[in-house]
């Protein structure tokens, strides 16, 4: 039976060695954490501002990402990679979108659509802890649009660890 340590270690020496080795693994080896959602129908028009939940889930590596409330958990500190496409088809309201990182507003675009299928993406590189959120948001008056051809997503991934 082989021993990555030598039992003349004193057990607390042995288990901070086990941890320095699990350590040096993670770097060499990262964690795959990686998010693909999106809509499955048209959602708005509200009075208030309300949390995306996209029910279609694409991929979801690393199960950081939950489908029931719409929010993805970073599961280590690292530099993730943050995407979302919007769509709609109306003229009588305007389609917008809202990224959250925690309880901050990072990035928020809107558009008109004149009628016919009209998209944005938006995307950043946020720097994120392990237990942060990301999430978007609908704001109060904004209209989106998805028929279940993934026309409206969310998704991102781990970069790298820092």
């Known amino acids: 039976m082989k021993n990555d340590s030598p039992s003349f270690f004193h057990p607390a020496l042995q288990e901070?060695?086990?941890?320095?080795?699990?350590?040096?693994?993670?770097?060499?080896?990262?964690p795959a954490i990686a998010?693909?959602?999106?809509?499955?129908?048209p959602v708005g028009v509200y009075n208030v501002d309300i949390t995306l939940v996209y029910s279609k889930v694409i991929s979801n590596v690393?199960?950081?990402?939950?489908?029931?409330?719409?929010i993805f958990t970073a599961l280590r500190n690292g530099t993730y990679y943050i995407r979302f496409t919007s769509c709609d088809n109306t003229q009588s309201h305007g389609m917008?979108?809202?990224?959250?990182?925690n309880t901050e507003k990072i990035n928020g675009l809107a558009k008109y659509s004149n009628g016919y299928m009209t998209y944005f993406?938006?995307?950043l590189?946020?720097?994120l802890?392990?237990?942060?959120v990301v999430y978007t948001k609908l704001p109060a008056n904004s209209k989106l649009y998805d028929d279940g051809n993934n026309r409206t997503t969310f998704s991102g991934f781990l970069i790298f660890l820092t």
């Open 129 to 132: 802890e392990a237990g942060d």
């Open 62 to 70: 690393g199960r950081a990402y939950n489908p029931i409330t719409g």
């Open 121 to 123: 993406s938006g995307g």
């Open 35 to 41: 998010f693909s959602a999106a809509l499955t129908h």
């Open 16 to 30: 901070k060695l086990a941890a320095v080795n699990l350590e040096l693994k993670n770097l060499q080896d990262p």
């Open 125 to 127: 590189v946020l720097q």
């Open 96 to 101: 917008a979108l809202d990224l959250y990182k």
